[in-house]
């Protein structure tokens, strides 16, 4: 297995000094996938679909890329991924889908402690004769817990709506109940994984979920992200895509414009650094993703508990399920005077609501001024931590 100084040395981009932690918000990327990206160019930057020969290779890298990207959120046999520019775009185009499917009338159900990417899509279903009804958070822990979920669940709900990890709380939360409770009325299950997926392993056939989403950008590769469905799901819909595309002809017909093809080339890339991190199979990565960033995680919130004006937003303790993207609260010092220290020394963290504005705001914090936010990585270093805490700890104390 490689070492830390292997790792890093394996991203361009960590060879300054400045500190990246704000990976919450998009990481760094190896250059496994910056010299896939550049070797596509050079070579089959083209058209898919012809004959010619770098357009059987362009072909074949898109496919590839969709391969990979279903055996990396475990799909298995049961679903397909669709690729496209972001998260928010994809589910925004899930709803528009769904829109055109479902009777007038359908009740959708949304978690409050969504990113808005997973929250306004169905909102502005509102407009359009749905019945949209908020799952309210626990005020104390943020979290939409499943036996709130059940007296908002009835023969009319069609769709469910979560996260796996709130990028604000950064704790794994129970999918698989909630599910299952869903499934028993008839509904379907849309799942935001974007905080979850840069840190373990992804089993969407396993949690038995409809539709799972997460952001490439954010898991060391190209800004793009990728939408898993069952097939049961995807066939249901007729997508967004030219009236003479199958509509069983999956994923094309969910990929309006064809997708970003060089971004493909740099999936496949990201397949190598994992299987480089992992010394063999890419699925053995996550295993030691995650015990890079315990430590981290554990050292990071011990140092904030040693501050009574901090209140750490979610939950405060170290351990399995805890991902290392931490946020916080000072009773006197503004999130941006925390975050402005840090960049004035070469610290990448980051200050605001992060669009979990409803969700700050229902745990009685002023989303205008939201939270200071370090979200860490398996890339990043004991030494990068004490830099952080030797800045902080006069602010804090």
Excluded at 103 to 116: C, N, R
Excluded at 234 to 247: C, D, I, M, T
Excluded at 300 to 325: H, I, K, M, N, S
Aim: hydrophobic content about 45%; aromatic content about 8%; glycine content about 10%.
């Amino acid at each position: 297995m490689p070492t830390l100084h292997e790792i890093r040395a394996r991203f361009p981009a960590l060879a300054t000094e400045f500190a990246f932690m704000d990976n919450a918000g998009g990481s760094q990327v190896p250059e496994d996938v910056i010299d896939a990206v550049g070797d596509y160019y050079r070579s089959s930057y083209v058209q898919v679909g012809a004959d010619y020969p770098a357009s059987v290779a362009a072909t074949r890298t898109v496919s590839e890329a969709h391969s990979f990207v279903e055996r990396l959120m475990g799909a298995g046999s049961s679903g397909k991924a669709i690729l496209g520019s972001s998260t928010s775009a994809l589910l925004r185009m899930l709803a528009d889908a769904y829109a055109e499917a479902l009777p007038a009338g359908s009740e959708i159900v949304v978690a409050e402690s969504g990113h808005e990417a997973n929250v306004s899509p169905w909102m502005h279903l509102r407009k359009r004769g749905f019945e949209v009804k908020l799952w309210p958070i626990d005020p104390k822990s943020g979290i939409c817990r499943p036996e709130t979920l059940a007296p908002l669940l009835s023969n009319r709900t069609r769709l469910v709506a979560m996260p796996h990890v709130s990028n604000i709380l950064g704790g794994v939360e129970d999918i698989e109940t909630p599910t299952k409770m869903a499934h028993e009325v008839g509904a379907r299950v849309v799942v935001d994984g974007v905080a979850y997926a840069p840190h373990l392993a992804m089993q969407v056939a396993d949690w038995g979920v409809d539709w799972y989403a997460f952001s490439t950008y954010k898991v060391f590769a190209p800004h793009m992200a990728a939408l898993y469905g069952t097939h049961e799901a995807q066939a249901e819909l007729e997508g967004p895509g030219h009236f003479f595309v199958p509509r069983e002809d999956v994923p094309y017909k969910f990929e309006l414009g064809g997708v970003n093809h060089e971004g493909c080339a740099g999936l496949l890339g990201l397949e190598r650094y994992l299987s480089f991190l992992a010394g063999g199979d890419p699925a053995g990565a996550w295993p030691k993703i995650e015990a890079l960033e315990q430590p981290l995680t554990a050292e990071l919130l011990g140092f904030l508990a040693r501050f009574p004006d901090v209140r750490v937003v979610g939950r405060a303790e170290a351990g399995a399920g805890r991902l290392p993207t931490v946020s916080f609260v000072h009773r006197s010092r503004t999130s941006k005077s925390l975050a402005d220290a840090a960049a004035a020394e070469g610290i990448g963290i980051r200050w605001g609501h992060f669009y979990s504005y409803r969700l700050l705001a229902a745990m009685g914090i002023v989303p205008e001024e939201g939270v200071t936010r370090v979200s860490l990585a398996h890339t990043n270093s004991g030494e990068e931590l004490e830099k952080l805490f030797s800045v902080l700890g006069p602010l804090l104390g």
